[in-house]
């Protein structure tokens, strides 16, 4: 976990990195998560999942670094 945080690529097997990559929300998502939540809609009536992504696309920044930093690791490090 800390590595993931830290975004530490040399720890993080490119598996892992990977699987990382595919549960990001796109940005259609992340858009979705936050009209909903700016409806007003009960956030306790969404699956245990939803409720993890709608708190992941809050990191929206970090979201777009992380992205961002694994494409510049295995770009560069060829």
Same mark, same amino acid.
């Given at each position: !976990? !800390? *590595?993931c945080c830290s975004l530490d690529l040399t720890t993080l097997s490119?598996?892992?990195v990977e699987i990382i990559l595919? #549960?990001?929300p796109s940005d259609a998502e992340i858009k979705l998560y936050h009209e909903y939540e700016a409806?007003?809609?009960p956030v306790e #009536?969404? *699956?245990d999942e939803d409720k993890f992504m709608l708190?992941?696309?809050r990191l929206y920044l970090f979201?777009?670094?992380f992205r961002v930093t694994v494409y510049r690791f295995f770009c560069y490090s060829e």
């Open positions: !976990m !800390m *590595a490119s598996e892992l595919r #549960v990001v409806d007003g809609k #009536v969404l *699956a708190c992941v696309s979201l777009d670094y």
